[in-house]
């Protein structure tokens, strides 16, 4: 449009001057004067040139403006095709953010350097330096737990974790892998969690947070026993520990915070630990209920009953393991005090044997076995990172041999320590420990264990 009216306006300019010029002619010359054919065919030449050149401007004009058209439409074309991938990547590294923060990955790692003076003594005969029923003499570093923790959170109420457990002792120059944890848990409220598969049982743990110094040793119930029996006499078979720090099941579980607060566990499970997933026609049952009346204290009673996992098809007859707990125990910023107690009854025979062998119908004149003990323990942290700690075990080990006679093995266990706190996730203690065991009268052996060195735990 601008073109036409431009050229229009070219027209009307060159008309006006040509009129212009011929009426100062006519003014000037009086006496009609004409065009000559040449003058004008000049003049209508200038105009066609004049067209062409608005005509060359025009179509410069109408290219440009449709490259620009193409331009605009290329660029958005470019922007839209540019906004998906990012959109997309945005997506991408949102959904990222959101795992990263949702999960947490963690490792605990128990480790030791010491030396250890193992002796025994049999029937008769003076006791001996040597090696066995969990103990080798020497000095060795041992790691003996590393625990890699990997914990989801899907929303507000399900999340998940997953716990792995190694260990590795330089004096067997062995190394195992177990999956300690692994679990779906849905917390619906502070008094109701449940949590599907390998899971923390409801005393072990529950006690080892109340003593303080796992990576020293273990608690009472977790202790490994090594004065049990195998076959039918007392030949230090090695009872193993009174209960499973965690099992395959389903565990429900709850607490409140602060004074007058109370706390609770079930466990259903399948009775022979977490290493061991395995099937049985029967299942374990453990429970916890605590009270605590002041936020530093608790008062905790537990119990266990079921046929730890040995109840099968085509299987010996079986009996009911049971134990029954109780913990009352103290821990503030500065002390550390409890006392956990224990009784067991068919522990170690769950089998029903009958003259050494085992089958259907056979619970006349078999083995029972039971066993007692407590756990004295005590630490003071006298300065920052400093803290002095002790420990006692008792356990007194009864059996029913096949002559229905009764025997009794005997374990006392003591250590003491100072423990230092280098970093926020990293403690050492420099700790001596003795471990003796009396076997029965009818054959009696004993075991003495003196161990003394350093304890570490790494936590992140």
């Known amino acids: 449009m601008r073109s036409k009216l431009l050229t229009v306006a070219i027209a009307a300019g060159l008309g006006v001057t040509s009129l212009s010029a011929m009426a100062a002619t006519k003014q000037q010359q009086p006496a009609r004067v004409t065009v000559d054919a040449a003058t004008l065919q000049q003049l209508q030449a200038q105009l066609a040139a004049l067209q062409a050149q608005v005509a060359d401007l025009q179509a410069k004009q109408e290219a440009q403006a449709d490259a620009q058209v193409e331009t605009a439409k290329a660029v958005n074309d470019v922007q839209v095709a540019s906004a998906k991938p990012a959109d997309e990547l945005a997506k991408k590294l949102d959904a990222l953010n959101k795992l ?58 399900w999340s998940a974790n997953l716990t792995t457990d190694f260990s590795y002792q330089s004096s067997l120059s062995s190394t195992s892998l177990f999956v300690k944890k692994a679990y779906v848990q849905g917390k619906f409220d502070p008094l109701f969690t449940v949590r599907f598969g390998a899971a923390d049982m409801p005393w072990i743990p529950f006690v080892e947070k109340w003593y303080g110094y796992r990576y020293v040793e273990n608690t009472i119930t977790d202790r490994s026993f090594e004065g049990g029996r195998s076959g039918g006499t007392a030949t230090a078979g090695g009872v193993g520990a009174f209960g499973n720090s965690s099992d395959w099941g389903i ?153 229905d006679i009764q025997e009794k093995i005997k374990d006392k266990y003591y250590n003491a320590g100072v423990s230092y706190d280098i970093l926020k996730n990293l403690k050492l203690a420099l700790v001596y420990k003795h471990n003796k065991l009396d076997g029965p009268s009818i054959a009696p052996y004993g075991y003495k264990t003196n161990e003394v060195g350093v304890w570490g735990m790494l936590s992140f």
């Open 100 to 157: 990263v923060d949702n999960t947490k990955i963690g490792g605990t790692m128990f480790f030791d350097v010491t030396n250890q003076d193992h002796t025994e003594k049999g029937v008769t005969g003076p006791s001996t330096k040597k090696d066995g029923h969990g103990s080798t003499n020497g000095t060795g570093f041992d790691v003996k737990r590393f625990y890699l923790t990997v914990d989801h959170k899907f929303d507000d109420v």
């Open 251 to 403: 565990h429900a579980l709850g607490a409140t915070t602060g004074d007058n607060s109370v706390n609770y566990q079930l466990s259903v499970v399948n009775g022979r630990g977490y290493r061991n997933l395995s099937r049985s026609k029967s299942v374990d049952t453990e429970g916890r209920f605590g009270y605590s009346p002041i936020e530093q204290m608790v008062i905790a009673v537990g119990g266990y009953t079921g046929k730890r996992g040995n109840d099968v098809e085509n299987g010996a007859d079986t009996r009911t393991a049971t134990r029954g707990d109780a913990l009352v125990a103290w821990r503030d910023k500065t002390w550390g005090a409890g006392v956990e107690y224990f009784h067991t009854e068919n522990w170690d025979d769950i089998l029903k044997y009958v003259g050494g062998t085992t089958g259907p119908g056979a619970a006349n004149n078999t083995k029972k076995d039971k066993a007692d003990g407590y756990s004295l323990w005590a630490d003071w942290k006298f300065v920052d990172q400093w803290a002095v700690f002790a420990r006692y075990d008792n356990v007194d080990y009864k059996y029913t041999n096949l002559s």
